[in-house]
């Protein structure tokens, strides 16, 4: 019986060994690949945190052209005879794109007649008369007294009086034009500081995510392959951290953007013409003549479009820079290419050593997963459709259908429209998907009716002085020196901002608010310099003076983030609901996902999406709700197969086909 149990224990204590060593493989393949899991989730979270960053600022060029529609359209265009700040609000939805019996397409492109133009020099301002009546104004000279009685010193007196009025006139008319050149200029250089300012910070994000398929930096500048080794090894088990090295054949990282080396074939900028108008007088005969001019722009031949005898303005800022790359070419925006897709690939392998099995070749492990960014948005595409292996979007048919026609990469002209005139368009934008009007309605230009024509009655009036000089982080919006005594103390305590300002910079702000069309297509982050700004500066991508901070901001101490720009909206304007149906109202609408309802559910929690807005937020999280939603992407692992199908539905309607940056065959 003692030989039999000794026989039997050794086989016993085999089965014994085998079993155990069989679980601590599982065990480590279990761990080896919950390990990669969560390294290739890190490093799709990084690529979000870029690509939030970059569509933060692309949202900022969409505000920069708003301002500049809206500064053309409503201050610059205030006077005009039948312009809706003039008029009784009447139907708050009708098209007012022709004024004076021009043909009304809605775009405000330069087929209608109807031109929109700089001109300030008019009684909402505080001027004696209004040379801004219309585009092609046409005052006659006051007539002359005649001598009835040469002995009658009242006759006298009469005529000294009307010649001093005809020189006022006269001075008036000859100093109207430059007046309105000069705050055309200032406006268009505002506009494009901030378009310079956002491309160098989405070019440089971008460069950094593109360089190299096995590495980039993130928002600090950090390697992400590097950050992501880290969360291997510290989810490692012991036996398989100490079989893992870092040579290419046990540890891969893949960095799906940086295929190419290149940003662009994945991030595709839609330079544009921008068309503004300015009315310039002469009054050098006998009539004070108004006439639209334009400022900016190029001809069919492409030729600049301006008014070459202005030497006193900065001729850089006249026209667009001969390089569409140019940091300061005026652009639409960026767009992503979907055939190009953002995600990370993880691959380890280790070779763990079993204690009942010393010697011979230990068993080999290996892992890998696939984590991709999803649910954001950097920002519309241009067209609707997006095929198979072009670098920009293409179609008939325009997102924003208000958006200037782009210009052809390889001419530098706008391309053609479907009638074969070449159209440069006014600013102008879309309010909500499918606008047919935006700035070209009555209830959008008299929007802050209100708030506008309270201040002028107080006295204070649109003066270019107002910005003559960018504060610091080339901010645009009217920001006069303090030491500027024009008008008095032109800079007031605005308590909504918090510093002293001139009374239109807290209307600019308003205008620029997020709007059903930025909630559809852009991630709007509503505290981006708390969650991006600050890491950037921390990973020298730019440095406090330099940081791009949000529009309306005079400073880091005096952010302006978009919740504020939202409040002061509010505040300013109509309190009519069908008035402003189109704006934004409160920051919490702007969120897009939601946390899970908890740790093993992902229902749609009713009880709380929405609801963390009801006192001042402060969560660090993108959107500032940590738990009733977030805007901007997150992040989901993804199947290899997914990243390698040949039918995903990433062009538009009735688009499909493969990914152009798909996962390496040898990984």
């Not at 610059?76 to 098209?95: R, V």
């Not at 645009?476 to 032109?490: F, K, Q, R």
């Not at 995903?648 to 065959?665: E, F, H, I, R």
Request: with cysteine; net charge neutral; proline share 7%.
């Amino acid at each position: 019986m003692a030989i039999f149990i000794a026989l039997i224990f050794q086989v016993l204590f085999v089965f014994f060994a085998m079993i155990v060593n069989v679980g601590l493989i599982v065990h480590d393949k279990i761990n080896l690949q919950n390990s990669v899991d969560i390294a290739a989730y890190y490093a799709a979270q990084r690529q979000a945190e870029m690509l939030n960053a970059i569509a933060h600022q692309n949202y900022q060029i969409r505000q920069a052209w708003k301002l500049l529609a809206w500064r053309i359209r409503v201050l610059g265009d205030l006077g005009y005879k039948e312009h809706p700040m003039q008029l009784d609000t009447g139907n708050l939805f009708q098209d007012v794109s022709a004024f004076d019996g021009g043909v009304s397409n809605g775009n405000g492109l330069i087929k209608s007649k109807w031109r929109p133009t700089v001109c300030v020099n008019h009684g909402i301002w505080g001027s004696i008369q209004n040379l801004c009546y219309n585009s092609k104004t046409v005052i006659p000279e006051l007539p002359s007294v005649p001598t009835v009685n040469p002995f009658f010193p009242a006759n006298f007196g009469i005529g000294a009086a009307v010649k001093r009025l005809k020189d006022i006139a006269k001075a008036d008319c000859a100093a109207t034009g430059p007046v309105n050149f000069e705050l055309a200029i200032r406006w268009i250089k505002a506009y494009r500081n901030q378009v310079a300012s956002s491309k160098r910070i989405i070019r440089e994000y971008a460069r950094s995510m593109s360089e190299n398929p096995y590495e980039f930096r993130d928002i600090k500048k950090n390697s992400v392959r590097g950050g992501t080794l880290k969360v291997l090894k510290y989810n490692l088990t012991r036996a398989n951290l100490k079989s893992l090295n870092e040579s290419e054949d046990q540890f891969r990282f893949f960095n799906s953007l940086g295929t190419t080396g290149k940003s662009q074939d994945w991030l595709n900028e839609v330079p544009i013409y921008p068309l503004i108008y300015y009315t310039d007088l002469d009054g050098k005969g006998k009539v004070c003549r108004g006439e639209a001019k334009p400022i900016t722009g190029r001809d069919q031949e492409n030729r600049p479009v301006h008014d070459l005898g202005k030497d006193d303005v900065d001729d850089f800022f006249r026209n667009e820079p001969q390089q569409i790359t140019d940091d300061y070419h005026s652009i639409f925006g960026f767009e992503k290419n979907p055939w190009m897709m953002a995600y990370v690939g993880v691959y380890a392998e280790t070779k763990p050593r079993k204690p009942y099995l010393p010697f011979g070749d230990p068993i080999v492990l290996r892992a890998k997963a696939f984590a991709k960014p999803f649910g954001g948005r950097i920002g519309p595409w241009y067209y609707t459709t997006w095929p198979k292996g072009k670098n920009s979007s293409s179609g008939n048919q325009k997102v924003d259908n208000l958006a200037p026609l782009p210009l052809d990469p390889n001419t530098g002209l706008p391309e053609q429209s479907s009638s074969g005139v070449l159209e440069l368009g006014i600013p102008n934008y879309s309010r909500f998907p499918g606008d047919p009007l935006g700035l070209v309605s009555k209830a959008a230009l008299a929007l802050f009716k209100e708030s506008i024509t309270s201040v002028v009655k107080s006295g204070d009036y649109l003066n270019p002085v107002f910005y003559s000089g960018t504060p610091a982080n080339e901010d645009g919006l009217a920001m006069a020196s303090e030491t500027d005594s024009t008008n008095g103390e032109i800079n007031k305590s605005i308590p909504s901002l918090g510093y002293k300002a001139p009374w239109i910079r807290e209307i600019e702000v308003a205008a620029i608010a997020p709007d059903l069309f930025d909630a559809t297509y852009y991630s709007v982050e509503v505290n981006a310099f708390g969650n991006y700004t600050k890491k950037g500066i921390t990973g020298n991508y730019f440095n406090e003076e330099t940081a791009p901070l949000d529009i309306g901001s005079y400073n880091i101490a005096t952010i302006v983030n978009v919740a504020k720009q939202m409040e002061i909206s509010r505040s300013l304007a109509s309190k009519n609901p069908t008035m402003n149906f189109w704006m934004i109202k409160e920051p919490k609408h702007l969120l897009t996902a939601w946390a899970p309802s908890g740790a093993f559910s992902y229902d749609f929690p009713k009880e709380s999406f929405g609801n963390c807005f009801d006192s001042p937020p402060s969560v660090p999280v993108p959107g500032m709700c940590a738990r009733g939603g977030r805007v901007g992407y997150s992040v989901k692992i993804v199947s290899e197969e997914y990243l390698k199908s040949e039918k995903l539905p990433l062009g538009g309607a009735g688009v499909v086909g493969s990914l152009s940056n798909p996962p390496p065959a040898n990984f």
